[in-house]
Structures are given as C-alpha cells and as structure tokens.
C-alpha cells in the first residue's frame, strides 16, 4: 500500500464524527487522511494516523476539533493543520516524522482570536518547526495555554509565532522543551506580555504599542536578526 491509495476521512459540513481506537493510513488522494470543514465535529483519540499523503488531520473553516491522545505520523506534508479554526484542543499526541510542520495554525482575517490549548505532546523529528501559528492580523488569546510541548530533531526546533496581535495578559510557559521565535508581533493596548527568566527567545518585528506592557524577567535571553527591530508606539 502507498499514500493516496483512498480519499481519507470527512465530516462534512454540520456533520459530527468520534473516532477512538482507529488505525488510519495510506490515505490522501483528497490532501488528508481526516478533515472536519466548516461547521463539522471531531472527537479524534487513542488513534494512529500514519502514511498520509499530505496532512494527518485538516480542520478548516471554525470546524471543532478536539485531538487527543493520538499518534500522528509518517506524513507527507503537516501532521496537523487548521486554517480559520480558533478554539485548537490538541494534547497528549505523539507527533513525528512528519515531512514538514508538526502542528501548523493558520487563521485568516476573520476577527476571532485564536485560543489554543497545546499542551503534553510530543512533536519530534518532524521537518520544520514543531508547532507554527500565523493569525494573519487577527488576535492571540490563551499563550499561556501552550504547555509542557517536548520534542527534538525537527527542522527548527523552535515554537512559531507569526503576525500575532496579542489583546490580553499574556505568558510564555517554560514548561515547553522548545525556545519561542516571534515574527511580526503586535501588543495592543491593555495588553502585556511576560518573558519568564530562563527563557530564550529569537525574534523578528516586535511592535509594542501605547498602553501596552512588555515584561523581560532577568535572565531571559532574547536574540534580535541583526536587520530586524523592536518598535515602541
């Protein structure tokens, strides 16, 4: 058997699935071995999805999705990938071996806030970063709830933060095994953001605007691409 042997898994639109105690392979004529679109359900746990063509699972559109306990692997672009889903549930998985990004969260200019809970996984050996989220000028919401992520040997074993707007009280947690790289961040006014000592961070564009606060503790680390900058407003 090969990947893209068969479509994969759909919940279509309204649809609600669980799937628990599932092997799911060699899928993927359809990019996915399981996708939840618009306005769909999933409660996926204590599966393996593996030998996808491209994604292990697509959640698109405000579908929910909750992802637990689960062993992703072996595919041939993302291991997870939402676009437009704000409330993430992803825990407890083993995510590996993926061709490109472990976990990859992609919001478009909707106006909701990204809320993810990403906590007690596993990402490893993955070809890119092990979890990437780019909410494209919409808000951030829950940082905090990233937690305890561990994992090595991905391409770039650094947690991804790209064109956040972050609107509240935010902190990064130490408990995760992997440093944090923001790109094009932006705290709005009322909000904040902690840096607990211990931490290393690698940054691009920072954008700190009136109102808002921006806490280093002591002996964090943060390191700046020599043609980037932080900007105060």
Do not use: C
Request: proline share 3%; glycine share 12%; aromatic share 8%.
């Amino acid at each position: 058997p090969l990947a893209r042997d068969w479509s994969g898994i759909g919940i279509t639109n309204g649809g609600t699935a669980v799937i628990d105690h599932a092997v799911v392979k060699y899928g993927g004529a359809s990019d996915y071995l399981v996708r939840v679109d618009t306005g769909g359900q999933l409660q996926l746990t204590n599966s393996t999805l593996q030998y996808g063509d491209r994604y292990g699972v697509q959640g698109l559109n405000d579908a929910i999705l909750e992802i637990r306990d689960n062993v992703i692997e072996n595919n041939g672009s993302y291991g997870i990938y939402y676009t437009d889903v704000e409330d993430v549930i992803i825990t407890g998985n083993t995510i590996q071996d993926n061709s490109s990004f472990g976990i990859m969260i992609t919001d478009l200019d909707d106006d909701k806030p990204v809320n993810p809970v990403i906590q007690n996984n596993l990402i490893q050996n993955n070809g890119n970063n092990p979890i990437y989220i780019s909410t494209d000028g919409d808000g951030l919401v829950g940082l905090s709830s990233i937690i305890n992520n561990q994992g090595s040997g991905n391409g770039d074993d650094k947690i991804y933060l790209s064109l956040l707007q972050l609107m509240n009280d935010e902190t990064f947690n130490l408990t995760n095994g992997f440093d944090f790289h923001l790109a094009r961040t932006y705290l709005l006014e009322g909000s904040s953001l902690l840096i607990p000592s211990g931490m290393t961070v690698t940054s691009d564009d920072v954008y700190v605007r009136s109102g808002a606060y921006w806490v280093l503790e002591p002996g964090v680390t943060w390191m700046m691409e020599t043609t980037d900058h932080i900007t105060i407003s």
